[in-house]
T-cell receptor
Framework: NAGVTQTPKFQVLKTGQSMTLQCAQD?????MSWYRQDPGMGLRLIHYSVGAGITDQGEVPNGYNVSRSTTEDFPLRLLSAAPSQTSVYFC????????????FGPGTRLLVL | GESVGLHLPTLSVQEGDNSIINCAYSNSASDYFIWYKQESGKGPQFIID?????DKRQGQRVTVLLNKTVKHLSLQIAATQPGDSAVYFC?????????????FGTGTSLTVIP
């Protein structure tokens, strides 16, 4: 199993540009989530999904959209990038039910100029 | 919102010594707690977890202690090795109607001195 994969690893955007961060998992996990990590802030939940067709907002959803058309994929879309979205983005997945181990991807480093 | 905090942002220990990393949480309804290790340039990696109906759980060289009375969580690493140098996060989950939301602390940076 590849686990959780993310692409791209690095990205530079100009303010106002849009892009999609890709996330895929091959563990048949129902739960997937997106976090951003900023210095001194810890991981903050952006959006999450408990299964295909179901998404919900986390702590910091503004400026981001998600969809979950398949169990495997959970893309994160930035509609109009802003410098405040410069961060490292992590995707994670886990099996269904309470608790359970979250497996994280390697991250995408995004710089918005 | 929830708050999950760490008492010490940095910790340096000699190789072979034991390390203790502490964490405070605020939501008494949280029922599951996890410790993660994050090496530079990588994603967080699961270390050990504990449910709220337990007060201690042991793994390989690691032990997690949960004190629900004071809402405190700790990670003990025995015989710390250079490969243990990383940032360690605690996380808690509070079940919602649509699933679990995880809340992470800011992290403690552990440096092992050879």
């Amino acid at each position: 199993n590849a686990g959780v994969t993310q692409t791209p690893k690095f990205q530079v955007l100009k303010t106002g540009q849009s892009m999609t961060l890709q996330c895929a998992q091959d563990m048949n996990h129902e739960y997937m989530s997106w976090y951003r990590q900023d210095p001194g802030m810890g991981l903050r939940l952006i959006h999450y999904s408990v299964g295909a067709g179901i998404t919900d907002q986390g702590e910091v959803p503004n400026g981001y959209n998600v969809s979950r058309s398949t169990t495997e994929d959970f893309p994160l879309r930035l509609l109009s990038a802003a410098p405040s979205q410069t961060s490292v983005y992590f995707c994670a997945s886990k099996g269904g039910g309470a608790g359970g181990t979250q497996y994280f991807g390697p991250g995408t480093r995004l710089l918005v100029l | 919102g929830e708050s999950v905090g760490l008492h010490l942002p940095t910790l340096s220990v000699q190789e072979g010594d034991n390390s203790i990393i502490n964490c405070a949480y605020s939501n008494s309804a949280s029922d599951y707690f996890i410790w993660y290790k994050q090496e530079s340039g990588k994603g967080p990696q699961f270390i050990i977890d504990i449910r709220s109906n337990m007060d201690k759980r042991q793994g390989q060289r690691v032990t997690v202690l949960l004190n629900k009375t004071v809402k405190h969580l700790s990670l003990q690493i025995a015989a710390t090795q250079p490969g243990d140098s990383a940032v360690y996060f605690c996380a808690e989950t509070a079940r919602t109607n649509t699933g679990n939301q995880f809340y992470f602390g800011t992290g403690t940076s552990l440096t092992v001195i050879p």
